[in-house]
Structures are given as C-alpha cells and as structure tokens.
T-cell receptor, first 111, second 109 residues
Framework: NAGVTQTPKFRVLKTGQSMTLLCAQD?????MYWYRQDPGMGLRLIHY???????AKGEVPDGYNVSRLKKQNFLLGLESAAPSQTSVYFC??????????FGPGTRLTVT | AQRVTQPEKLLSVFKGAPVELKCNYS??????LFWYVQYSRQRLQLLLR??SRESIKGFTADLNKGETSFHLKKPFAQEEDSAMYYC???????????FGEGTQLTVNP
C-alpha cells in the first residue's frame, strides 16, 4: 500500500498562474482533506470531502477549489495564484472519526 | 467554535530530562483529542489519542476535562524525540480535526 500520495512535491508559480495538486489514497477511505501548513499557524483546513462527489469548505477556502470525482482522488486547484498561497500543502484521508493519514506534502512557492 | 492552543512554539530540553508539551482546547461538547508528530522531512503521523489511553514511544497524555487540557508528557526525553508536535481535536460528530499551532521540540545531547 502506498497510503496517501501527493503530486507534485515541489512547485514554483508566478502570481496569476494556475495549478492543480493531486492527492491519491489506496485505503478506500471515505474522507479526504486538504490542509496548508504555515509557520506559527499550524495546519489549517482548506477543503474536505466526506465521499465521492462531495466537497465542503474548511477554515481557509478562499482562492482554492477542489473536486472529488473518484473516491481515491482529491484535487486542489489554484485558479490565480497569489504570494499569500506560498505554503506547504498536505492531503490526508480517514475512514471516519479516527486517525487521519497524511501525504508527504507539496511545497508551493508563488513569486 | 472549537479551538486548540499550544502556548509554546519552541521547547528545548536536554536528553534524559522530563518533557511536557502543553495543549489547551475550547469546545462545549465531548471532544476526541489527538497528538500528531512530524519528524524532520517526514509526513505527519498519529502519535496517540486520548481514548486509547496508550503510551507510545514513552509518551502519555491525559485528557483533563476540568482544565480543558491534553498535555503530552515523557519522563525521559531522547534525541530522537526532536520533532514538531501538533495537538488536534475532533468534535463529537464528524471527522474534521482542528489543529493547534504546533510545538517544535528539540532534545539536546
């Protein structure tokens, strides 16, 4: 089992560019999450999904969109990147009200 | 709304010394509390959860509902304990976690 994987690992964008981060899990989990990690602010939930075809907003959803077309994949999109979106992005999945399994993270820099 | 606070951003101790990482929460219901750890260049992983009442890698944490705290303790710190530690809360219903700001623990030789 690969667990939770994320692509890409690193990315540099210019302001205004768009990109999509891909998260994949092979544990048949219903729940998937996207977080951003910033120094001194911990992990903040961007969007999450409680099942295939569903998405919901988290704490800091502005500037991001998500899609969960397949149960195993959860995509995070930035339509027009801003320097404030420079961060490390983590995807996670869980089978319910229990342990979340995290991906290795994507380091994004927006110049 | 629920909130998790970790008052220490940085904590430094010497090897063999006791260590306590503080976590306070605010939530009116019955929460489930977790500690997650992120070692250097690794992904976050669950260290322990309060309902398990386990000791993992020598760490323990007791949920104190009166003080709304879930402090992480270890009697004798080891250098390999150096990492970022996050306290997290799950509400009575649902699967979302609310994380604290994190505490970077450094154990010096």
């Amino acid at each position: 089992n690969a667990g939770v994987t994320q692509t890409p690992k690193f990315r540099v964008l210019k302001t205004g560019q768009s990109m999509t981060l891909l998260c994949a899990q092979d544990m048949n989990h219903e729940y998937m999450y996207w977080y951003r990690q910033d120094p001194g602010m911990g992990l903040r939930l961007i969007h999450y999904s409680v099942g295939e075809g569903t998405t919901a907003k988290g704490e800091v959803p502005d500037g991001y969109n998500v899609s969960r077309l397949k149960k195993q994949n959860f995509l995070l999109g930035l339509e027009s990147a801003a320097p404030s979106q420079t961060s490390v992005y983590f995807c996670a999945s869980s089978g319910g009200r229990n342990e979340q399994y995290f991906g290795p993270g994507t380091r994004l820099t927006v110049t | 709304a629920q909130r998790v606070t970790q008052p220490e951003k940085l904590l430094s101790v010497f090897k063999g010394a006791p260590v306590e990482l503080k976590c306070n929460y605010s939530y009116s219901g019955s929460p489930e509390l977790f500690w997650y750890v992120q070692y250097s260049r690794q992904r976050l992983q669950l260290l322990l959860r309060h309902i398990s009442r386990e000791s993992i890698k020598g760490f323990t944490a007791d949920l104190n509902k009166g003080e709304t705290s879930f402090h992480l303790k270890k009697p004798f710190a080891q250098e390999e304990d150096s990492a970022m530690y996050y306290c997290a809360l799950s509400r009575t219903s649902g699967s979302r976690l609310t994380f604290g700001e994190g505490t970077q623990l450094t154990v010096n030789p």
